[in-house]
């Protein structure tokens, strides 16, 4: 398979540049304050997903957002009934946080989301083409493929594409469905972060207490005007009665609102 390069737009950097400055975590180094897209798509692409992950927690972290992607596992199946290698997926995210620590969370994390350059893609694909089984496509059609893979491709984050391309092990040359499928997966902590920092906090439980005095001459009142006929021994039983323990409740207020 022979492949020509097109679509000669963006910048690439060399995938061991150096970070600006990290925090470390899991053992490894991580640079979570990239600045332009091209800087911040460099850095990803020279790391693994799964670190990634950990640096948009983290990154999440710093703004007083707390999250915890929930995995679930997945036991595939092939045609003939036989037994695939087993993954996780994610499924779900918990979060803790107020609104505007939420918003400016996910300011961050959404930059974990940068696509690598055209001409990254493509050189990626090209490598991929040189150790992998092809189907022998040359010239034109070889431009078409480079051009429909690196284009859907541009869809997910520089480091899951790289990832997908030149460290999953492939011994043929992949359809695009088994790439989407690898890229998808990879993505899907990120994809449910997003989703659970693009909702708002809820609202507080309402604070539950004993009624005021105020309060419970009021209640006796209406219950007054309501049973005007009955004895009052039975209203005042009534009234006792209503007002009995942490009847009332304030109004609830947004996580993070000040009483």
Not at 103 to 119: E, G, H, N
Request: overall charge negative; aromatic content about 6%; glycine content about 8%.
């Amino acid at each position: 398979m022979t492949f020509t390069r097109i679509g000669q737009t963006g910048q690439t950097l060399a995938a061991g540049s150096q970070p600006v400055g990290g925090t470390r975590l899991g053992g490894t180094e991580l640079e979570i304050r990239p600045q332009g897209s091209s800087e911040i798509a460099g850095w990803l692409a020279s790391k693994a997903p799964v670190d990634m992950d950990k640096a948009a927690v983290s990154r999440a972290r710093s703004h007083g957002v707390d999250l915890a992607v929930k995995f679930e596992g997945r036991y595939p199946t092939g045609a003939n009934g036989e037994y695939l290698p087993s993954h996780q997926v994610a499924t779900a995210c918990a979060i803790e946080g107020t609104d505007e620590q939420r918003k400016a969370a996910l300011a961050d994390v959404v930059k974990f989301m940068t696509p690598a350059p055209v001409r990254s893609i493509e050189e990626w694909i090209a490598e991929l083409s040189v150790i992998t089984a092809g189907r022998g496509k040359e010239g034109f059609d070889a431009e078409l493929l480079l051009n429909a893979y690196s284009a859907r491709l541009s869809e997910f984050p520089a480091d899951v594409v790289r990832h997908a391309l030149l460290k999953h092990s492939w011994k043929w040359f992949p359809t695009w469905a088994e790439l989407e499928a690898v890229c998808k997966a990879k993505t899907g902590p990120r994809k449910h972060m997003i989703a659970a920092l693009s909702q708002p906090a809820p609202d507080t439980e309402p604070t539950r207490r004993p009624p005021t005095q105020e309060e419970r001459d009021r209640i006796a009142a209406l219950i007054a005007e309501q049973f005007p006929n009955v004895p009052q021994s039975w209203r005042d039983r009534a009234a006792e009665e209503a007002t009995k323990g942490d009847c009332m409740t304030d109004e609830p207020k947004r996580v993070g609102e000040q009483a």
